[in-house]
């Protein structure tokens, strides 16, 4: 579905933009409504979980709901755009506008203190630096009249209408910036809060479950994956169970690394002894009838290792990894 999906947007996309050079209607706007509610119900439907479970009954209400809002919410736009053109969706773009004159209206006074000040020290420094010598038929003259502040004034005014011009365009990018990571922010603090931390729960969405969290795991697989934070996790897990246990699991997940490092392709939809031979082969000499051995013991029986025999297969392991 993800897929298709992914293939009817963009046939869509390069469709319309064909109208748009062609100049007449090739009757792609049609399809956009059912396209986009055919898939949309169709993606919330496939995470739906295969059961009997009563609790399911209520989540077509659930998503027809959701769908039938978010087409609302496009078609509204549309019509707004098809009736009045570029009014009807324009209002958002004046409020956006409306919203940065009044950032620059509070911004507007500090800066043109700063201007008066600026202009005032580049007046003293060119009047100590810059002034020509007063010539000697002149000494006795008439004294210089008082600076013109009209005219300083004038010059401050001028120059933050400049600044406040030259700054529109970056505030509303940061402000652009601001808003997407408060809403990461939100979104984290959220996600932590009713999120679900057990990485063996699985995703589905019933009856029994915690509706928030798993819309929140749907809607996590929208974000990038540099902007969810958390720590790394490894790749592998073991039991903090009895001692001799966890250990087997570190020696055998240690011997994959060493194999892994040397080229071997790890699948993790294969089996522990189906997987003797590569790692046999990426780690010659190394016991790996014994390691796997002591893995399936520890994994599927539970059963501990004696740490001496545990420390004489990591050296033979180690051994082995470090030959060319």
């Known amino acids: 579905?993800?897929?298709?999906?992914?293939?009817?947007?963009?046939?869509?996309?390069?469709?319309?933009?064909?109208?748009?050079?062609?100049?007449?209607?090739i009757g792609i706007t049609q399809i956009l409504i059912p396209f986009f509610g055919a898939s949309l119900i169709g993606l919330a439907a496939s995470r739906l979980s295969q059961t009997d479970d009563a609790g399911n009954a209520s989540w077509p209400v659930v998503i027809g709901i959701s769908v039938f809002a978010i087409l609302a919410v496009g078609a509204v736009g549309g019509l707004l755009t098809g009736r009045y053109g570029n009014v009807g969706v324009r209002g958002l773009v004046n409020l956006w506008g409306?919203?940065?004159d009044a950032?620059?209206?509070?911004?507007?006074?500090?800066?043109?203190?700063?201007?008066?000040?600026?202009?005032a020290l580049i007046d003293w420094l060119k009047n100590v630096f810059g002034g020509e010598?007063?010539?000697?038929e002149e000494i006795g003259g008439a004294a210089p009249g008082p600076p013109d502040f009209n005219a300083a004034a004038e010059q401050?005014?001028?120059?933050?209408?400049?600044?406040?011009?030259?700054?529109?365009w970056p505030l509303s990018i940061l402000l652009v910036v601001?808003?997407?990571?408060?809403?990461?922010?939100?979104?984290?603090?959220?996600?932590s809060r009713y999120g679900d931390d057990a990485d063996s729960d699985r995703e589905s969405i019933r009856g029994d479950a915690d509706a928030r969290a798993d819309m929140m795991k749907l809607l996590s697989s929208l974000v990038p994956s540099w902007l969810k934070g958390g720590e790394r996790r490894s790749l592998w897990k073991w039991p903090e169970g009895e001692k001799g246990v966890a250990e087997a699991f570190l020696l055998y997940f240690d011997t994959l690394a060493h194999a892994i490092k040397r080229g071997m392709v790890f699948d993790p939809n294969v089996t522990p002894n189906e997987r003797m031979p590569a790692l046999a082969v990426?780690?010659?000499?190394?016991?790996?009838?014994?390691?796997?051995?002591?893995?399936?013991?520890?994994?599927?029986g539970g059963q501990p290792t004696d740490a001496a025999e545990l420390d004489h297969l990591r050296q033979a392991v180690e051994d082995a990894a470090q030959q060319p």
């Open 98 to 100: 409306a919203f940065v």
């Open 178 to 191: 601001v808003l997407f990571f408060i809403l990461v922010y939100a979104y984290r603090r959220f996600s």
């Open 156 to 168: 401050a005014e001028k120059a933050t209408e400049y600044a406040l011009g030259a700054l529109r």
């Open 282 to 300: 990426f780690l010659p000499g190394a016991p790996i009838h014994a390691v796997t051995s002591r893995f399936n013991a520890a994994c599927y």
């Open 133 to 136: 010598e007063t010539p000697a």
């Open 103 to 119: 950032l620059l209206w509070v911004l507007r006074w500090p800066i043109e203190l700063a201007m008066r000040l600026l202009i």
């Open 1 to 25: 579905l993800k897929r298709d999906f992914k293939v009817g947007t963009t046939i869509i996309a390069i469709a319309l933009m064909t109208e748009l050079i062609v100049g007449f209607d």
